[in-house]
């Protein structure tokens, strides 16, 4: 027969899987009487958990939400998940680093050994990214093994999920030195030396299916720039040297600083009166970053350079064949 407390972890962990429990369904799982689940709830209600007792011909209880934050009980997929929104939250600049920082040290510290082997695999570099779209979903399993490839310095096999793939002609598995794990915005990106094309790459990891066994391990090369958060951002930005935008401008807007200055993003806002100011921002591309400079409704007079000032009058014909069905 299990131990009291046994038999509490095992209540506890029934509650918490669905709103609603028999006390005959309990019993009968827990094997014992009515009698005793209800002595053990009373016991799990001292240690601070809300259990109401439910009415009707099925009567039994439910778990609700209490006034403090007593013990919980996770199964190991949810401790992955746990583990990787702690360190997540590390490093977010949220305000609470130091707090996320505690709780994960506590949590590997009462973990069992196979998880903590696990989750000290995990991992990875937050880049911030504007616009980076909704979230993706990429399996824990796959985070693991990958931030794993990284510490163990292993070559990486996958099959990837390209949307540029044309046809159903079969594609080798990639090849790669994994350097590190990124997410941004919910993405998640895998910085890896692809041996087969001698270059650096980003590639999502949504569309990573990892391949067993892995490769010989490596020796790891230097990032260009030095820094995994430089080089992804720069790539964020389509720039294949410095985290810079390929594409800078500077224009002045017809409104004023405090106007423009909330929507500014990453540049620079001048002010140059009550009725404008002076606005220097970049993208990947002259079209683009012309586009993105109508969004402030307003005149916009073409400072530098003169690649600006040509993107709007290709803007315009664009703009213009659309207007009139022309496109």
């Known amino acids: 027969m299990a131990t009291t407390t046994s038999r509490l972890l095992r209540l506890l962990s029934l509650l918490q899987a669905r709103r609603d429990w028999p006390g005959a ?26 259990i109401r007792t439910t009415m009707g011909p099925d009567g039994g209880y439910r778990l609700d939400a209490g006034t403090e934050l007593p013990p919980l009980l996770f ?74 490839a990284v510490r163990a310095r292993e070559v990486l096999r996958f099959d990837y999920a390209s949307p540029r793939r044309e046809g159903d002609e079969p594609v080798p598995p990639r090849r790669v030195e994994p350097h590190h794990l990124v997410t941004s915005h919910g993405r998640w990106y895998l910085v890896a030396w692809d041996l087969e094309h001698g270059d650096w790459y980003v590639f999502r990891a949504d569309r990573i299916s990892p391949r067993t066994p892995a490769g010989p391990r490596f020796t790891p090369r230097e990032i260009p720039g030095g820094s995994v958060q430089d080089y992804v951002s720069a790539r964020f930005k389509g720039s294949d040297g410095a985290n810079t935008w390929p594409c800078v401008g500077t224009v002045v ?49 073409v400072i530098s350079p003169p690649q600006l000032t040509e993107a709007f ?7 213009a064949a659309t207007a009139t069905g022309q496109a």
């Not at 903590?116 to 779209?133: K, M, N």
């Not at 009058?313 to 703009?319: H, K, V």
């Open 25 to 50: 369904v309990l019993a009968e799982r827990l094997e014992v009487s009515h009698r005793t689940v209800r002595r053990d709830v009373d016991r799990l209600r001292e240690m601070g958990y809300s």
């Open 75 to 148: 199964d190991d997929e949810q401790v992955v998940a746990l583990t990787v929104a702690l360190q997540a939250a590390t490093v977010i600049g949220a305000g609470t680093e130091d707090a996320a920082l505690r709780a994960l040290t506590t949590v590997r510290q009462i973990m069992p050994a196979r998880l903590r082997h696990r989750i000290d695999q995990l991992e990875f570099t937050a880049v911030p990214r504007p616009g980076d779209g909704p979230a993706l979903p990429v399996s824990p399993q796959v985070l693991v093994t990958l931030s794993g």
């Open 313 to 319: 009058a290709e803007l315009a014909l664009r703009n």
């Open 253 to 301: 807007l017809g409104k004023p600083a405090a106007a423009v200055a909330p929507f500014a993003g990453d540049g620079t806002v001048e002010d140059l009166g009550p009725h404008q100011c002076r606005y220097t921002a970049g993208s990947w591309s002259w079209i683009a970053l012309a586009a993105s400079l109508n969004r402030f409704d307003t005149a916009v007079t």
